[in-house]
């Protein structure tokens, strides 16, 4: 396991480097390959901003959190749900796993860790650090946060599925890291974590934490690394979709006549590998990416007050992208796909440029697209589709006419 230094200088706010340091030299050396940890650098803003211990009292005190987004453990050992959540009725429905603010209080105050599951769902500054990071890995991400008391311990010796970067963001807390699957036999390593300190740690990496003399609360965000055999796998499926020689059954008998069913099989293979070998690898990349494009959570702040007030768009209104907002522009014979995160748009081909334009540009003006879209009324509708799809927000103040209509549409 390697233990790296504070980088001197400003640290880039990318969350890859926030959680790695330098990210090249990371990539080469330890992704999925070594346990690593890293000292906090000098003038980071460590983790506060995607959680403090006020952030917890909140969730837990005054948001009817409910199981399974939170749990308890001590020792190793998860506590029965009922022992701190409680039922209650929202309209006419029963609703229970309620958090009971004044059990969870007591319970932690006697050991036990909170565990906040599935933050990067409900909490808007880790869905945003989680998207960040989503998009430079092209890996699915988790997050939960673990809360540990002074003194205590949550789970004991053990290793996730999954690689694993740990964020320590307020209080200290010691850690015993074992060797990675793919690292040499090495001792544990025993080292006390603080603030803004981070640890990375490949698939399959034994390891256990506990709390030193105040409180600690940790980040841990799981990555999902698909591996080639995903892909491979998926082009099988895709090249073999249609054939039917593999859709016939085994011949009864097949146990005890093994060279002619050796040879059957061998014929099945043959086809399937003139059809794997017939694929385009790009196109087989592209079906992948444009997947994950199109399945990650849309982070659409502020949608719900403009559809509340709607604003009136002129072509000097000006326009920007939603922050950690996806916009991948692909062109697929006579279709115009647009991938926006958790969805995609299908628009006439020759919108291509303008829409390359909005993704290329933080802010603009509506007038921009004129060169790319010359009808202003077409300009219009764009915009405010795009504005309706979560991707732009307009920075205008609402108009009293609350009815206005949309101009005609000769896009849609």
């Given at each position: 396991?390697?233990?790296?230094?504070?980088?001197?200088?400003?640290?880039?706010?990318?969350?890859?480097?926030?959680?790695?340091?330098?990210?090249?030299?990371?990539?080469?050396?330890?992704?999925?390959a070594?346990?690593?940890?890293?000292?906090?650098?000098?003038?980071?803003?460590?983790?506060?901003?995607?959680?403090?211990?006020?952030d917890?009292?909140?969730?837990?005190?005054?948001?009817a959190l409910?199981?399974p987004?939170?749990?308890?453990?001590?020792?190793?050992e998860?506590?029965?749900?009922?022992?701190?959540?409680?039922?209650?009725?929202?309209?006419?429905?029963?609703?229970?796993?309620?958090?009971?603010?004044?059990?969870?209080?007591?319970?932690?105050?006697?050991g036990?860790?909170?565990?906040?599951q599935?933050?990067?769902?409900?909490s808007?500054p880790?869905?945003?650090?989680?998207?960040?990071?989503e998009?430079?890995l092209?890996?699915?991400?988790?997050?939960?946060?673990?809360?540990?008391?002074?003194?205590?311990?949550?789970?004991d010796?053990?290793h996730?599925?999954h690689?694993?970067?740990?964020?320590?963001a307020?209080?200290?807390k010691?850690?015993q890291?074992?060797?990675?699957?793919?690292?040499?036999?090495?001792?544990?390593?025993?080292?006390?974590?603080?603030?803004g300190?981070?640890?990375?740690?490949?698939?399959?990496?034994p390891?256990a934490?506990?709390?030193q003399?105040?409180v600690?609360?940790?980040?841990?965000v799981?990555?999902?690394?698909?591996?080639w055999?995903d892909v491979?796998?998926?082009?099988?499926?895709?090249?073999?979709?249609?054939?039917?020689?593999?859709d016939a059954?085994?011949?009864?008998?097949w146990l005890?006549?093994?060279?002619?069913?050796?040879?059957?099989l061998?014929?099945?293979l043959r086809?399937?590998?003139?059809?794997?070998?017939?694929?385009?690898?790009?196109?087989t990349?592209?079906?992948?990416?444009?997947?994950?494009?199109?399945?990650?959570?849309q982070?659409?702040r502020?949608s719900i007050?403009?559809?509340?007030a709607?604003?009136?768009?002129h072509?000097?209104?000006v326009?920007r992208r939603?922050?950690?907002?996806?916009?991948e522009?692909r062109v697929?014979?006579?279709?115009l796909?647009?991938?926006?995160?958790?969805?995609?748009?299908?628009m006439?081909?020759?919108?291509?440029?303008?829409?390359?334009?909005?993704?290329?540009s933080e802010e603009?003006q509506?007038?921009?697209?004129?060169?790319?879209?010359?009808?202003?009324?077409?300009?219009?509708?764009?915009?405010?589709r795009?504005?309706?799809?979560?991707?732009?927000?307009?920075?205008l103040?609402p108009?009293?006419?609350?009815g206005?209509?949309?101009?005609?549409?000769?896009i849609?």
């Open positions: 396991m390697t233990i790296v230094g504070p980088i001197q200088g400003p640290a880039t706010g990318s969350a890859l480097a926030r959680c790695a340091g330098e990210v090249d030299a990371f990539l080469a050396s330890d992704w999925g070594r346990a690593r940890m890293r000292r906090r650098d000098a003038g980071s803003r460590g983790f506060g901003d995607l959680l403090m211990l006020d917890v009292d909140r969730f837990l005190t005054t948001t409910r199981t987004f939170f749990r308890l453990v001590q020792s190793g998860h506590i029965p749900e009922s022992a701190y959540t409680r039922s209650g009725r929202a309209g006419s429905r029963d609703v229970s796993g309620i958090a009971d603010p004044a059990a969870v209080a007591s319970l932690f105050e006697g036990a860790t909170i565990v906040l599935g933050v990067h769902r409900w808007e880790v869905t945003r650090f989680c998207r960040d990071l998009l430079q092209g890996h699915a991400c988790q997050v939960n946060a673990y809360v540990t008391p002074a003194g205590a311990q949550g789970l010796l053990h996730d599925p690689d694993v970067f740990v964020l320590q307020f209080g200290r010691r850690w890291v074992h060797a990675a699957p793919m690292e040499a036999e090495r001792p544990p390593l025993d080292v006390e974590v603080e603030s300190d981070t640890i990375y740690m490949p698939r399959g990496t390891h934490a506990s709390a003399d105040t600690s609360g940790h980040l841990t799981g990555v999902h690394v698909a591996t055999r491979v796998r998926e082009a099988f499926n895709a090249a073999t979709q249609a054939d039917e020689m593999l059954r085994l011949p009864a008998g005890t006549n093994d060279e002619a069913v050796a040879e059957e061998a014929a099945r086809s399937a590998t003139d059809r794997m070998a017939s694929l385009d690898p790009r196109q990349l592209e079906r992948r990416s444009d997947r994950f494009l199109s399945r990650r959570a982070l659409a502020g007050v403009e559809r509340a709607p604003r009136e768009l072509d000097d209104t326009v939603r922050a950690g907002s996806v916009c522009v697929q014979a006579d279709e796909t647009i991938l926006l995160g958790d969805r995609r748009l299908t006439p081909t020759w919108l291509e440029p303008a829409l390359l334009h909005v993704a290329a603009l509506v007038a921009d697209l004129a060169d790319m879209v010359p009808d202003p009324a077409s300009r219009i509708v764009l915009v405010r795009l504005i309706r799809e979560g991707l732009l927000t307009a920075a103040a108009v009293s006419d609350m206005s209509d949309d101009p005609p549409s000769v849609e």
